[in-house]
């Protein structure tokens, strides 16, 4: 088991430009959460993909996508940053969604 | 009100106490996560738990289905243990999604 890698671990963003964040799922999970921890908030869930779709959306405008590989590997994307982007975001991944989650340590995004 | 509620949001504890941290949800679950973030970092979960109780090493969860609480307690504390503690809700909708509802947290700090 390799568990949940996260790249970048830090980034800085200028307003209005557009990111993508990556997240390695464990070896053998098909499902992968992303959440936004807004600093000294819990985490709020973005999305969910299950073996490349997504099938689970929180309340995120359009602008936050993603996408999961045939290898499981997921990328977040977010386009038109705004200030209240910034925050941690980590990445979960789990065997079908059922079992517990293993997360990643997170990317710390800092839109200016 | 939030769907998953902790108790108390900040705890001091000398080294040695036995400390419980409180969790109350009001929505229907499959299964109750307690989690451990230390500061700036990523999540650890440290146990997923649907009923009863599980204990591993100095760390107890126990959840009551029937009043929508859980516990997590921590005996003979150790400063190492400081971190935030937090509860999060796989949810039962009955979909394919099995997102995590996160509470805000617990944060813990045990003194020498």
């Known amino acids: 088991e390799t568990g949940v890698t996260q790249s970048p671990t830090h980034l800085i963003k200028t307003r209005g430009q557009q990111v993508t964040l990556r997240c390695s799922s464990q070896s053998g999970h098909n499902t992968v959460s992303w959440y936004q921890q807004a600093l000294g908030q819990g985490p709020q869930f973005i999305f969910q993909?299950?073996?490349?779709?997504?099938?689970g959306r929180g309340n995120f405008p359009p602008r936050f996508s993603g996408l999961q590989f045939p290898n499981y590997s997921s990328e977040l994307n977010v386009n038109a940053l705004e200030l209240d982007d910034s925050a941690l975001y980590l990445c979960?991944?789990?065997?079908?969604?059922?079992?517990?989650?293993?997360f990643g340590s997170g990317t710390r995004l800092t839109v200016v | 009100k939030n769907e998953v509620e902790q108790s108390p949001q900040n705890l001091t504890a000398q080294e040695g106490e036995f400390i419980t941290i409180n969790c109350s949800y009001s929505?229907?679950?499959?299964?109750l996560h307690w989690l451990q973030q230390h500061p700036g970092g990523g999540i650890v979960s440290l146990f997923m738990?649907?009923?009863g109780k599980k204990k591993h090493g100095r760390l107890i969860a126990t959840i009551n289905i029937q009043e929508k609480h859980s516990s997590l307690h921590i005996t003979a504390s150790h400063p190492r243990d400081s971190a935030v503690y937090i509860c999060a809700a796989t949810d039962d909708y009955g979909g394919a999604t099995n997102k995590l509802i996160f509470g805000t947290g617990t944060l813990l700090a045990v003194q020498p």
């Open positions: 738990l649907s009923s």
């Open positions: 993909y299950y073996r490349e779709e997504e099938n």
């Open positions: 929505v229907g679950i499959s299964a």
């Open positions: 979960a991944s789990s065997s079908d969604g059922i079992y517990g989650y293993t």
